[in-house]
T-cell receptor, first 109, second 119 residues
Framework: TQLLEQSPQFLSIQEGENLTVYCNSS?????LQWYRQEPGEGPVLLVT?????EVKKLKRLTFQFGDARKDSSLHITAAQPGDTGLYLC?????????FGTGTSLTVIP | DAGVIQSPRHEVTEMGQEVTLRCKPI?????LFWYRQTMMRGLELLIY????????DSGMPEDRFSAKMPNASFSTLKIQPSEPRDSAVYFC?????????????????FGPGTRLTVL
């Protein structure tokens, strides 16, 4: 059973388009992180959110933590080929830490 | 600065053989994590250490899996005996741990992974 479900699972878009990736759970998390992973490498942290309703921006990426701390979204504006990769959300609750199912993004030049 | 170092990068072995994966965390980091990644199950936390002490090993799939951290600069994940279903990419990650109990708030720095194939 996956605690963190991400959608969509796969996404292929043209350069310049906008997109949103979702991370949903029925569980409450004390903090939630987003990572990006490229082929043959380990995940790299993009952001950590801890407060319900929190919004963080990282250049063209906007991250939001749901008010109830059960879900999160990642919005990318004007996607570029360099944004291609596997996007993973990860939630923490006490001693437990779970990664989401992942969204594989391909940005076509 | 050197990141997390894992060895070997690739391992191919036969069912029943013992496999040992190695990890050198970033110097000064207090927490170390072992993960397994497969297409079917995604990225799973197997075990993590704080100050060389195992804190939670509930993610270790079976008794065939064991992990040790004899000192702050070295950890091993051992599978004995190995089975084909153990085939996966195994990641090691480390993070600087602040005082308190919020272990997973800090950034985890991942190694490049070990791709294990058990025939």
């Amino acid at each position: 059973t996956q605690l963190l479900e991400q959608s969509p699972q796969f996404l292929s878009i043209q350069e310049g388009e906008n997109l949103t990736v979702y991370c949903n759970s029925s569980s409450v998390f004390s903090s939630l992180q987003w990572y990006r992973q490229e082929p043959g490498e380990g995940p790299v942290l993009l952001v950590t959110v801890v407060t319900g309703g929190e919004v963080k921006k990282l250049k063209r990426l906007t991250f939001q933590f749901g008010d109830a701390r059960k879900d999160s979204s990642l919005h990318i504006t004007a996607a570029q080929p360099g944004d291609t990769g596997l996007y993973l959300c990860a939630g923490a609750n006490g001693n437990q830490f779970y990664f989401g199912t992942g969204t594989s993004l391909t940005v076509i030049p | 600065d050197a990141g997390v170092i894992q060895s070997p990068r690739h391992e191919v072995t036969e069912m029943g053989q013992e496999v040992t994966l190695r990890c050198k965390p970033i110097s000064g980091h207090n927490s170390l994590f072992w993960y397994r990644q497969t297409m079917m199950r995604g990225l799973e936390l197997l075990i993590y250490f704080n100050n060389n002490v195992p804190i939670d090993d509930s993610g270790m799939p079976e008794d065939r899996f064991s992990a040790k951290m004899p000192n702050a600069s070295f950890s091993t994940l051992k599978i004995q005996p190995s089975e084909p279903r153990d085939s996966a990419v195994y990641f090691c990650a480390s993070s600087p741990r602040t005082s308190g109990t919020v272990t997973f708030y800090n950034e985890q720095f991942f190694g490049p992974g070990t791709r294990l194939t058990v025939l």
